[in-house]
């Protein structure tokens, strides 16, 4: 069995920190907001056993956790590291079932258009952070998305979705009008 190695990258989001091995740990993306959502991945539910985790997202080679405000990473970071490193070498569990949900898109030829935009270009930026968007739907020139991991919650993600991701969007696909992000 190969060593695995857990290196801690900081945010945007200052109540999340990246705990990223050395090792592709799920095709796609996975988030549980809270410890209810966790019951169906033994590594979640693990994690949210420590009462200053307050939320877990996996992307490919990282797990993004969201600490409790009454805590510092600097108490706590050595110890999900280690955790982290324990669970990845155990094989714990992620999810049920693995599937790579974010290559197949549905829709009209321009909700096809936005997602292939959000795939392709927004995707690959948000995961760096530690967090993710989700697709969700459009509607008369609104596209609705949901940010996940780090990026729920973050402050700078507004300025993000409007700026950036609305941007982009406008620019690459005219029928958009505005973007929104729906709240989990």
């Known amino acids: 069995m190969a060593t695995i190695n857990v290196y ?26 809270d410890r209810e ?7 979640a539910k693990e994690l949210f056993k420590f009462n200053f985790v307050n939320g877990v997202f996996f992307a490919s080679n990282f797990v993004t956790v969201t600490k409790a ?7 706590i ?7 982290v490193k324990g669970a990845v070498e155990s094989e714990l569990q992620i ?21 292939q935009v959000l795939h392709d270009y927004v995707r690959p930026a948000v995961e760096q952070d530690g967090g993710a968007i989700t697709y969700k739907s ?28 609305e941007g982009l969007l406008k620019r690459m696909v005219p029928e958009v009008e505005e973007v929104v992000a729906e709240s989990l």
């Open 138 to 165: 459009f509607d008369q020139g609104v596209v609705t998305v949901q940010l996940k991991g780090s990026c729920s919650g973050c402050p700078s993600s507004m300025i993000t979705l409007k700026a950036g991701i």
């Open 8 to 33: 801690t990258e900081a945010t945007p989001n200052p109540a999340t920190r990246k705990f990223l091995v050395n090792k592709l740990l799920i095709n796609g993306s996975v988030d549980y907001p």
């Open 69 to 75: 405000d009454n805590v510092d990473w600097e108490d």
């Open 95 to 115: 999810k049920e079932v693995v599937a790579d949900e974010s290559a197949h898109f549905d829709g009209t030829e321009t909700e096809v258009k936005i997602q």
């Open 37 to 43: 959502a966790a019951e169906s991945s033994a590594f």
């Open 77 to 83: 970071e050595a110890i999900l590291k280690e955790f």
